[in-house]
């Protein structure tokens, strides 16, 4: 029979969280059932609770940063088994048979993927995250975690980590690439130690002086506070690379300068406003401005070995249920250092 399991739940945009129960269902041949212990607390929960992303299905259990433990699979699993140390990530299935989905890129699914929290799954059911005890998956989505990472700092890795990951080795980051990461919050954080850990030189740029020692302390070999004029002057014509992190409108053309010919700007952060920009700076360089959507099954798994690897992992503040609605006020504000993980043990 389903499982009644405990979760947090908002029932309306904005609204704070509660206690509540939701259902899940019995595992399936393939699939695997997850007790949750930890689950990050990415900014795209805040946008989708507070109804900043278009529709929001309520009452809504957020979280696609899922670390846990197997603790029951389908007569068919072959790839996890009971006692496993495991995490989801922001999807949790796609059709599997498009041309992206052979690629590797589940994620851009050309039939969709279908996202872990806020959206209907193959059932017909909405889908619920990690804000709670449990979650059932279909083996091919659900990622195995390296015994050497704890599993409170894994959890942020299916999405804080793949999202840097993904552009970074698409585009080449590595020994003789200068690259700059914008923003040092959850997802700047983990761009700068992985782009050190890549090889490259890595130069962090954030508004103010504030977070100097800590880009420094994560592996960046420069620091630059963007509120400094003097800073585009200065960076003009540096970078291969630029990842931009952050959710805010920026200043596109400024960034654009500061690429070497043939330089890239990559947005993997989500402004909810249309970004301007200039062409005639792309032009002139043979530069590129492009995104990227976190990555793929094959690419997460292969980050996580790699971060196990290289002694990468992020650095979180561990809250109770009930610290949930004040985390998001912080993150925000830009209070964190650098990711909030939830110990779902306190629901």
């Known amino acids: ?7 947090l739940a908002t029932d309306s945009a904005g609204a704070a969280y509660h206690r509540a129960t939701i259902v899940r269902r019995d595992p399936g041949p393939d ?3 997850i007790d949750i212990k930890y ?6 929960d805040i946008h989708t609770a507070r109804g900043e992303w278009g529709r929001t299905i309520f009452p809504l259990t ?3 940063e899922i670390a846990g433990v197997v603790s029951a699979v389908g007569p068919a699993v072959d790839r996890h088994r009971v006692g496993d140390r495991v995490g989801v990530g922001c999807f949790v299935d796609s059709c599997g048979v498009c041309q992206h989905c052979r690629l590797g890129e589940e994620n851009a699914c050309l039939d ?7 959206d209907i799954g193959r059932d017909g059911l909405p889908t619920a995250g990690g804000y709670s005890q449990q979650i059932v998956v279909r083996q091919g989505y659900v990622l195995r975690l390296p015994d050497s990472i704890p599993l409170d700092r894994a959890a942020p890795l299916l999405c804080a980590g793949i999202t840097p990951y993904a552009p970074l080795v698409r585009h080449g980051a590595g020994p003789g690439q200068q690259v700059a990461v914008i923003g040092l919050g959850g997802l700047g954080h983990m761009g700068v130690q992985l782009a050190h850990a890549m090889g490259a030189e890595v130069t962090a740029l954030s508004r103010s002086e504030n977070k100097r020692a800590d880009a420094l302390s994560l592996g960046a070999d420069h620091y630059h506070a963007t509120a400094d004029p003097e800073t585009f002057t200065n960076l003009k014509g540096r970078f291969d690379l630029i990842i931009c992190t952050i959710s805010n409108n920026i200043d596109v053309d400024a960034y654009v300068g500061l690429l070497r010919l ?13 970004q301007a920009f200039s062409t005639r700076g792309l032009c002139d ?6 995104g990227s959507n976190i990555g793929g099954i094959a690419a997460t798994q292969q980050m996580l070995d790699f971060c196990a690897a290289h002694d990468v992992a992020p650095r979180i503040e561990l809250i109770t249920a009930d610290q949930v609605d004040a985390a998001y006020q912080r993150v925000v504000a830009g209070d ?7 110990d779902i043990a306190s629901l």
Request: glycine letters at 12%.
């Open 285 to 290: 360089g043979h530069k590129t401005i492009t």
């Open 262 to 274: 043939g330089g890239k700007l990559v947005f993997i952060g989500l402004p909810p406003e249309k």
């Open 62 to 64: 957020p979280g696609h």
């Open 1 to 7: 029979m389903p499982s009644t399991v405990k979760a």
């Open 39 to 44: 689950a990050g607390v990415c900014h795209s």
């Open 336 to 342: 964190v250092r650098f990711r909030f993980v939830i």
């Open 112 to 118: 969709r993927a279908v996202w872990t929290y806020n």
């Open 31 to 33: 699939e695997v059932v």
